[in-house]
Nanobody, 122 residues
Framework: QVQLVESGGGLVQAGDSLRLSCEAS????????RGWFRRAPGKEREFVAA????????IYADSVTRRFTISRDNAKNTVYLQMNSLKPEDTAVYFC???????????????WGQGTQVTVSS
């Protein structure tokens, strides 16, 4: 069974940091783009960050650039999202996903995790 499992979410204060992890099982995703998306209450799912299969290319949403860093460890089949200087508007459920092409469009991602809640208090 192919699974993506997120971890690392929680409740933090504004300005704090969190590191999300997304471990894949059931198959290797080393040749796949890995991405993070989020859905805030009452809002549509939005792109956060993506990293190419080799890790050589990354792209971020404007709202998180210079605060968030995506990375991956293909030996562990895991992707990470380091989130610094968190803001209340970062509060959302964060999802990791995998795609066969380098994309920021959620429709290109075929495999999804269940999500992990991140709550940032002011």
């Amino acid at each position: 069974q192919v699974q993506l499992v997120e971890s690392g979410g929680g409740l933090v204060q504004a300005g704090d940091s969190l590191r999300l992890s997304c471990e894949a099982s059931g198959r290797t995703f080393s040749s796949y783009t890995r991405g993070w998306f989020r859905r805030a209450p009452g809002k549509e799912r939005e792109f956060v960050a993506a990293i190419s299969s080799s890790g050589g290319h990354t792209i971020y949403a404007d709202s998180v650039t210079r605060r968030f860093t995506i990375s991956r460890d293909n030996a562990k089949n895991t992707v990470y999202l380091q989130m610094n200087s968190l803001k209340p508007e970062d509060t959302a459920v964060y999802f990791c996903a995998a795609a066969s092409l380098y994309s920021t469009d959620y429709r290109d991602y075929s495999t999804w995790g269940q999500g992990t809640q991140v709550t940032v208090s002011s």
